[in-house]
């Protein structure tokens, strides 16, 4: 008796599991194009940063302004056709240059694209920043180019890319 008992119970509990089993969905993961899938939420995180960039230079928040940037070995910027360039640099020049601003005329970013491939993402655009020092107006048209890593503290800059845009090229607003 008891082993009927006990065999029926086998019985029971296999049944019961190959129809669990049955039930359970399967998960498919769908690859990652990193060439072709748009991450749209990470698009606007990075543009979100780099508005507040705008902002930090705007307000002249110079540690805010190079806290969006990780410099380290792998850091390197290419500017007006000099050779490259790592974070020690990039800073230095960053706060010198934003650091003796005394008025920010016009800060356009024209044609901007952004482009996520994951954890990666590269902004270009065609500057039109009209900035004063002292008496002195100083217009940029530059193409550049920013690469974004995201970090545990959000994206940050790792590479940028400073081209004067020809004259004949430049977007008449």
């Known amino acids: ?32 194009d ?8 990470a698009m606007q995180e990075v543009k979100l940063t780099m508005d507040s960039i705008a902002q930090s230079v705007k307000d002249g928040d110079l540690d805010r302004l190079i806290s969006f940037h990780a410099y380290s070995p792998k850091f390197t910027e290419f500017k007006k056709g000099e050779l490259r360039n790592g974070g020690t640099e990039n800073e230095e020049f ?6 003796s601003v005394t ?15 994951d954890q990666v993402a590269n902004m270009t655009f065609h ?3 009209h900035l004063k020092f002292e008496e002195d107006l100083v ?8 690469l974004f890593v995201k970090t545990k503290n959000g994206w940050r800059i790792v590479h940028e890319h400073h081209s004067p845009l ?8």
């Open 94 to 99: 960053e706060r010198n240059v934003f650091g």
């Open 139 to 146: 217009v940029v048209n530059d193409q550049i180019s920013l």
């Open 127 to 129: 500057s039109d920043f």
């Open 103 to 117: 008025e920010i005329l016009k800060f356009d970013m024209n044609d901007m694209k952004i482009a996520v491939y």
């Open 166 to 173: 020809k004259k004949d090229e430049k977007l008449e607003e």
């Open 1 to 32: 008796m008891k082993s009927k008992l006990l065999f029926t119970l086998l019985i029971l509990f296999g049944v019961l599991l190959i129809s669990c089993k049955e039930k359970e969905q399967k998960v498919v993961e769908t690859p990652i």
């Open 34 to 41: 990193l060439i072709n899938d748009e991450f749209s939420e």
